[in-house]
């Protein structure tokens, strides 16, 4: 399976520091042909300037969230058309920062999955438990439901359009990354959740830097990483990479 690497950008960088990463991220993946997918998912904002800063180049565009209905009455929201008229083509739903400052909730995160679907877009779908649902021992009863309900009503045939990305909450952002073992244990389990998700890319993401994604890569369960901190250095997203790279 190809493996992919995702920057998700969250609330970072202006539509001028964007370009400056994107261009800066480019440059140091320039020397050698791709043979990993490298999304970058800046802020709506920043999404035309990146677009023109990747053009020729093998990076492509995701965003961060999506609304699902094509238009409407949804102040602040973005489409799924307005998404692909920029150029985007992967789409991250159901992040832990969307379900726990937006209050995203399962079912609207099985909405966006099937309209992304149906626009063509690749959701990467993130599930993942959070410290106390680790600590009470219902890390697979959490991370299972979620994935069940995310793709609520998606034929299993679909479900290789898809990503999965298992993210343990509490290791997003705090350094703390989940042993690559036991991630690559949970990975297996939400894989085996649903019938179809055998060939759906996994994704691991929480506190990946380039000293440590090496492992997540070497386990049977992982094809590549969503990453936030490191996304945000030219160099390190870069080193990240080819990392994935390496072997395949
Ligand atoms: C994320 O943004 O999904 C993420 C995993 O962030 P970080 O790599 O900073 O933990």
């Keep these: 399976m190809t493996r992919i690497v995702v920057g998700n950008w969250k609330m970072h960088e202006t539509s001028a ?35 023109k800063s990747i053009h020729g180049t093998h990076l492509v565009l995701g965003a961060q969230t999506m609304h699902w209905a094509d238009e409407g009455a949804f102040t602040g929201e973005i489409s799924p058309p307005m998404l692909l008229e920029l150029g985007v083509r992967y789409v ?15 079912a609207e995160i ?6 992304a679907l149906g626009h063509g877009l690749v959701p990467i779908v993130a599930v993942g438990e959070s410290e ?12 299972t439901a979620q994935i069940r ?13 898809a990503v999965v990305a298992y993210e343990p909450v509490w290791a997003i952002g705090t350094g703390r990354n989940c042993d690559p073992q036991e991630a690559d ?36 369960n992982c ?26």
């Design 17 to 51: 520091q964007a370009s400056v990463l994107a261009r800066g991220i480019a440059a140091a993946l320039a020397d050698e042909p791709r043979s990993a997918t490298v999304v970058l998912a800046p802020p709506f904002t920043a999404l035309e300037a990146v677009r």
């Design 92 to 106: 991250i739903l159901g992040h832990s920062e969307r379900r726990r400052y937006c209050g995203e909730v399962d």
């Design 110 to 115: 099985n909405r966006k999955v099937r309209a």
């Design 132 to 143: 106390q649902e680790r600590d009470a021992g219902i890390t697979d009863e959490r991370v």
């Design 149 to 161: 309900a995310a793709f609520e009503g998606v034929a299993a045939t679909d479900l290789r359009n």
């Design 185 to 220: 244990r949970v990975m297996g389990t939400i894989r085996a959740s649903i019938p179809g998700l055998e060939s759906t890319p996994f994704l691991y993401g929480g506190s990946v830097s380039p000293a440590n994604f090496a492992s997540y890569l070497a386990r049977a």
């Design 223 to 248: 094809q590549g990483g969503l990453v936030g901190g490191a996304s945000l250095d030219s160099a390190s997203f870069a080193q990240l990479v080819h990392l994935a790279e390496r072997g395949t």
